[in-house]
């Protein structure tokens, strides 16, 4: 069984910045991709970056130039860097990491944006 553990999450001020991690129980390069989702109260879950074993990453319209997923093979962990945050970027992050026919998530952090 495969677990994702997430941590990191909070409350910011607009305009700060925030970096939340998920650490596999297997290696990250036992995944085809690795990423994070979002999901606001009241809104479908969305992409929010992926990165996939080649380093290729994704990003949604509305977070690129202020996020940035990277991995730390040393660590193996996955990171998402928030910069410049919105009060619309207040949502539970959910890890991801997807194989050919296996799709995993972790429990999720909560990250508000508020004054």
């Known amino acids: 069984q495969v677990q994702l553990v997430e941590s990191g999450g909070g409350l910011v001020q607009p305009g700060g910045s925030l970096r939340i991690s998920c650490a596999p129980s297997?290696?990250?390069?036992?995944?085809?991709?690795m990423g994070w989702y979002r999901q606001a109260p009241g809104k479908q879950r969305e992409m929010v970056a992926r990165?996939?074993?080649?380093?290729?990453?994704n990003y949604a319209d509305s977070v690129k130039g202020r996020f940035t997923i990277s991995r730390d093979n040393a660590k193996n962990t996955v990171s998402l860097q928030m910069n410049s945050l919105k009060p619309e970027d207040t949502a539970i992050y959910y890890c991801?990491?997807?194989?050919?026919?296996?799709?995993?998530w972790g429990q999720g952090t909560q990250v508000t944006v508020s004054s």
């Open positions: 991801n990491a997807d194989r050919v026919v296996s799709h995993y």
């Open positions: 297997r290696s990250i390069f036992s995944f085809v991709t």
């Open positions: 990165i996939d074993n080649g380093g290729t990453t």
